[in-house]
């Protein structure tokens, strides 16, 4: 078995760009290998500043050899009238490199079996690398001197090798050779070529030349390093800050952390904004000690060397103006109350089209009635919550930091003698902030959290901004995660269907059809729950099963629950059932009226009976599987499209279908 390697090495690489590259090659490479049918053992990616690097394990050196059959020209063109090749079918023969007399007739058609070579593998992999590379996807790319090429940076030089020897291609006028190059500082002349002789050599060679190419070692000797660090002064780190972690890995080559220390006056203001300013602004990872903040905090370098003043005060110095500007901003914001700035919302558009945040805040206050209302929850607490929840958008604070709204407006709440429920949902309503982040604990965050989002939901759509590819501007992507997983956790018994029409109907703008921006904002919320479950590894006919419901959205609360009823669906004790399920739904495919049979019409014990028992039974899947003989029985029995009868029997089985519905769209499901 061969192995390969490539390293593309560049100028610096934004940070995110970084990730995303390593997913993107790992998809590409793969693709490549298995739709060209060459087996392999693992591709690993591996992503740095300066460098993009694809190593993959046992490679076979070639396709298989394969026998196709290729199809000529109809036997009356590729004969002549005495029975020998006609010029086309010479032709043919020629063309596919196999002897007239291999060639066969069958269906008036010429055929011949034609023996293709497989490709050798190296082969494969220099014609297509070029192509793999430069396609890669990003928001930004730059050219550089007189190359048509575009890419993230300038690409310096391309290491591979195959097998140990160098595998030929050419990138952007670069070439490819045996050659990396180590970290900047780790000798003299940073264009110095380092050799790799073997490819099991490749990643100790470039760590004797301080760079740690693999992104996840990287990330743990990061976290090493940090902890050794703070345990010298009997602190500790946070590093549930994932963004921060990531971050601060790709924009390191070898990492080396070193503790900085400022003014406590600093602490004067409230932790999140400490925080915040040294996690999201400075990249440093902020110490901690018996649960307190302190006035220290680690900053990674990339820098290799024994002297690290000028790194501490370079660092001090941009840490200590931001924090400045925090204090003044939070002395000034707190001189008025929070309600204090409500009228200074009008001033704050939400979007084009759609109003200020003074207005979408009255929306966000309407929609929180109509939720509790639904839920049957009533609390001057979630009206104040709502009518508060974006005030801290015109502070100088959350003006200067954005990532505080909702932080800043509950520590604004609290100082303004407002109840610390109403500030603890003015924090939670933006919750969560990432896929894998907590939910609204509280139930004002929870409803007025919905309610803010399901109004930027539907503005945007209203406004013909739906997201596509990459673009999510608002992040509805976000929102409408955050109303499922809120829903879904909480167990809210909230109708989305009836909550999107409610939505849309107090929206500033005129909806020429109310029913088709309902729908497309509906289908948007099953493209997410899709998402959502099949990330989960949900086989595909049940989750469409349960997605193909009437009441997959106006009863979400109890959707995965459903799911994993419908996947006990595909045990064999269910079989029947199934089976008998599928036949009512054949039956009444074209039939969409809610009619309630008429009990006086029947004429047979088969009918009569089953109607009875569905009249009776609950939502069960063990009180409906328990029909199964009755269902059977009444097929064997009753001709269900009897002249005269049919109406009533078709309504019969409607009532059925409408029991099986709520459990799952049982047509779906594959046995």
């Not at 070529?193 to 490819?199: E, S």
């Not at 700035?341 to 003074?358: D, H, I, N, P, R």
């Amino acid at each position: 078995m061969s192995k390969y390697l490539l390293e593309i090495g560049v100028e610096e690489l934004p940070y995110k760009f970084i990730t995303s590259a390593i997913e993107q090659l790992k998809t590409g490479f793969e693709a490549l290998l298995n739709n060209n049918e060459i087996s392999y053992g693992k591709v690993e990616v591996y992503g740095a500043p300066r460098r993009l690097a694809i190593e993959i394990s046992d490679l076979t050196d070639k396709q298989k050899d394969v026998i196709k059959t290729v199809k000529g020209p109809i036997a009356k063109i590729a004969y002549t009238q005495n029975g020998e090749l006609s010029p086309a079918g010479l032709g043919f023969a020629k063309k596919n490199g196999v002897e007239p007399k291999d060639i066969y007739t069958e269906d008036n058609y010429i055929f011949a079996k034609v023996e293709q070579k497989g490709a050798l593998t190296k082969d494969v992999l220099s014609d297509a690398i070029q192509n793999l590379i430069l396609k890669l996807q990003a928001p930004y790319f730059m050219r550089w001197a007189d190359l048509d090429v575009k890419f993230q940076r300038p690409i310096r030089w391309i290491l591979s090798l195959y097998n140990d020897e160098i595998l030929p291609l050419e990138i952007a006028k670069v070439k490819a050779s045996n050659f990396t190059r180590g970290h900047r500082f780790a000798n003299e002349n940073m264009l110095t070529n380092i050799v790799v002789d073997k490819i099991d050599n490749y990643k100790k060679i470039l760590f004797d030349n301080k760079v740690i190419v693999d992104q996840k070692e990287r990330r743990e000797k990061i976290i090493e390093l940090c902890k050794k660090e703070a345990d010298k002064i009997g602190a500790s780190i946070d590093f549930n800050n994932e963004a921060l972690l990531e971050e601060v890995t790709n924009i390191v080559e070898y990492p080396i952390p070193v503790v900085c220390e400022f003014d406590e006056k600093y602490l004067s203001v409230p932790d999140v904004v400490t925080v915040t300013i040294m996690e999201t602004h400075q990249r440093y990872f902020p110490l901690y000690k018996d649960g307190k903040l302190l006035n220290k905090f680690i900053t990674v370098t990339n820098y290799l060397g024994d002297n690290f003043d000028n790194i501490r005060n370079g660092n001090l110095r941009v840490v200590r103006a931001r924090l400045e500007d925090g204090i003044f901003f939070y002395e000034e914001d707190t001189k008025t109350k929070l309600s204090d700035k409500l009228e200074a919302l009008k001033g704050v558009t939400f979007q084009k089209g759609m109003g200020s945040m003074y207005e979408k805040t009255k929306r966000i206050v309407e929609l929180s009635k109509y939720l509790q209302e639904e839920l049957d929850v009533k609390s001057e607490t979630i009206d104040r919550t709502a009518l508060l929840c974006k005030a801290d958008l015109v502070t100088k604070l959350v003006f200067e930091f954005t990532e505080l709204q909702g932080f800043i407006g509950a520590d604004y709440a609290l100082k303004s003698g407002e109840n610390e429920r109403v500030a603890q949902g003015i924090k939670e309503h933006y919750f969560p902030l990432g896929a894998n982040s907590v939910l609204s604990s509280c139930i004002e965050g929870q409803i007025v959290g919905i309610a803010d989002k399901i109004d930027t939901i539907c503005a945007v759509f209203a406004g013909g901004k739906k997201p596509t590819g990459s673009s999510d501007p608002l992040g509805v992507r976000r929102a409408t995660f955050g109303i499922i997983a809120t829903i879904e956790d909480k167990k809210l018994d909230i109708n989305l269907d009836k909550l999107v029409e409610k939505s849309i109907s107090i929206l500033p703008v005129e909806v020429d059809d109310k029913t088709k921006l309902k729908n497309n904002v509906l289908e948007f919320f099953k493209e997410r729950l899709y998402q959502k479950y099949k990330t989960q590894n949900v086989e595909e006919d049940v989750l469409q099963a349960v997605l193909n419901t009437d009441w997959a959205l106006s009863d979400l609360k109890d959707f995965s629950l459903k799911l994993e009823i419908a996947k006990e669906l595909k045990f064999d004790k269910y079989q029947k059932f199934v089976e008998q399920a599928k036949r009512v739904y054949n039956i009444l495919k074209d039939y969409n009226e809610i009619k309630t049979p008429d009990e006086t019409k029947f004429v047979m014990n088969e009918e009569k009976n089953l109607y009875l028992k569905i009249k009776n039974v609950n939502n069960s899947l063990t009180e409906l599987d328990a029909l199964t003989p009755d269902i059977i029985e009444f097929f064997d029995k009753v001709l269900v499209m009897e002249e005269g009868y049919k109406e009533n029997r078709l309504a019969l089985l409607y009532q059925l279908k409408l029991k099986l519905n709520n459990i799952c769209n049982f047509s779906k499901i594959v046995q």
